[in-house]
């Protein structure tokens, strides 16, 4: 107990350093997926991808037969996806983070199965997969 109490200022040091690393893990909203489960989801469930980059990083290279709607236009453009509602949105960016508030805001607007690709475009070339361009 005494050391706790002679080295209280390390103890909190440590305990809000450790807390701002855990943060980015625990802020992340809406289910994950690696590329080989999306990759699963597509084949078998028929799976809408929405590409939340903007339309020069689309440009680039896409996953195959993904929709682009850049993240600063999705509310407005949230409507294109109405008929999808019910099924599985895989949500993609580069690396994840647009993804994550791209999957939020679907799921708030009443989209049921929305899955955010982890690590996004980078982790799909990683994992050797395709990616389409215009």
């Not at 699963?40 to 991808?49: D, G, P, V, W």
């Not at 949105?89 to 607007?109: D, E, F, H, I, N």
């Amino acid at each position: 107990m005494k050391f706790f109490i002679d080295n209280i200022f390390l103890l909190a040091i440590v305990l809000v350093s450790g807390g701002a690393l855990l943060w980015p893990l625990l802020t992340q909203r809406g289910k994950r997926a690696t590329p080989q489960d999306v990759t699963l989801l597509i084949n078998r469930s028929k799976a809408t991808i929405v590409d939340v980059r903007d339309a020069k990083e689309f440009a680039e290279g896409h996953l195959p037969d993904a929709r682009n709607i850049p993240l600063a236009d999705l509310d407005q453009r949230v409507g294109e996806l109405e008929k999808f509602k019910s099924k599985a949105v895989v949500v993609v960016c580069k690396t994840g983070a647009r993804a994550s508030a791209a999957a939020a805001k679907l799921a708030k607007a009443g989209f049921t199965d929305v899955v955010n690709l982890d690590g996004g475009i980078v982790a799909w070339q990683k994992a050797g997969l395709p990616l389409a361009k215009n």
